[in-house]
């Protein structure tokens, strides 16, 4: 028994059960190779690679399994170096830097790896999927990239960019509704008027466009694929609940974070990267945050609060760390890669079972 | 064919469809018992009734339908009356009762009917369902409504609130989603931290409570009922998807923007009541919210606008109305609540259909 749809048939997956790429850390080789075993689509959360380290990691998937799996890239946007927003945001940064025993990096040349060069390793190494978030891309970028044999997919988190993605030729898109952890992908209008639930835009998207729609927020188990096929969408995207995974490379006090918090302890904030993103409240959060339309934008404030995050995780200090996870998060567990595909498969078709109308 | 749980037997409908209590007008003695005599639950919302007004609709529903309701109240909280704050919110509201050519009421006596009055008519009346929003009701009264025949039904916006209300002695918790139009049920922690997208606070709470949950947040449909079942649900309360029917109270100004409005022009707003509630965003909301910091709290706040509200209806003036409505507007329809019962009703088992596993 599968539960196909033509999200499945065009990823080349047995199973409507995308990983969610999360760019920083957990989505290891390992994990990208065995969530792809299993019959989902592993995915690399690629955006922080330098293009040499995003070729070994492909290369490592590609020596840990045959099947399909994605990469995902961040799409550049313009943004403005204001040394004034600098300034004040390592002002704020000097509190955590001291308490970590920590010197202020020395300044910084570039904020962000080259997308162009990213972009030219999906192509050179054919990466079956290429998921992308923030933005569109143009239209002659999306048939290279099809051209080349990768299947497309864009990331909306309201209809009117579920269309423009569309427009723009992808093949899919990944509906992210609120609930989702980490980055939101908005990337047209207000990010406050962005935070659309998930059951509220998937069945919206998936009226309004014609490519396969990927729901993606607040799903952690079989219940949540069942309700997201039911919603009209093709498959679901889970990040929070690989996040514990034995394979995640998510640091041990992230892990514990995400199995111990509650759907009430998450917050979107710019804290972490100067981008709306949601994650478990911790002292990081709170504090920088009641600064946020102070601070610089993504990547600026990604790239300054770098080596406090960095220390914070050798430290084993979670109260610094950037802890992305999803209002689902009571659900997690720990787990392996597999074992959960399995599992999210079998409850997905038990709920569906027990809840068929039986025939007259 | 139908779909029974425990909610719908201790309800003792046909459908696992509750039409949402929606204080203000919508909810008119026509729509709760067109909705009670489709199969579904019909509710008054009752929370700005005088008793003797609630009393008449009381009975004005039961010569209507033979079939069981429900009344909905709001839970009375302690607030502080403020004369500055009063002030300086009637000082924002000239500009209003400037253009709408109305002048500012007296000096109000009372911000809210009273609670113990309101309820004293339920009991009296032995109105078969009562459900109440904001906070908790003592257990003394939540037994006396039980033994006096009332299903009693609460409101949680978290897992928490869920579990606080199940103590004191309810018979079945509302989960409202952060997609739900209308005042948010938020009785414990801060309103920002409980805006729980639906996906997310469903499961999280079927897994935590022992009573039936009922989904409110995003439900338009079959598919969205569909969906609610499979997350462990065991009705769903809808209210926007009532809100353009023909039975509904809605002005009509409020109908035509329910039936134009798009997923992201909501907003969470105290601009209205002085309690955080969703409505579709009009010169009203955007231009009072850049004060909500300075508003006083819930009821002044509602009383302050009444006679602005009601000019605007009076006047077809859907900038200055209160548009309360949820994230999954695009899919409101003109239509009537049979209509839609049905539709919501083949939609759900359609879903369900199309995708349970065959057996092997």
Redesign the interface.
Known sequence: ?A?KTRATEALGIEHPIVQAPMAGGPTTPELVAAVSNAGGLGSLGAAYLSPETLREQVKEIRDLTERPFGVNLFVPSPFEVEPERIQRANALLERYRKELGIEAPEELSSFAESFEDQLEVVLEERVPVFSFTYGSLEPELVARLKENGATVVGTAT???EGLRLEEDGVDMVVAQ???AGGHRGTFL?DI??????????V??MV?TLSVPVLAS?????G??L???????AEAAQMGTAFLASEESGAHSEFKRAVLEA????T?VTRAFSGRAARAIKNRFLVEVGEHEEELPPFPVQNALTKDVRAAAQRQDHAEFMSLWA???V??ASPTNAAELVESVVEGA?A???D????P?
Chains 1, 2 share one sequence.
Do not use: K, N
């Open positions: 028994m539960l309201t209809v009117r509704g609120s609930e209008g406050r008027d962005a935070l659309i639930g998930t059951m509220a835009l069945p919206q009226d927020g607040g799903i952690m188990d219940r949540g069942a309700a997201a096929l039911v919603l009209g509650a759907e009430d302890e917050a999803g209002q689902a009571r659900l078709e709920a569906l079972r809840l068929a109308p039986r007259m």
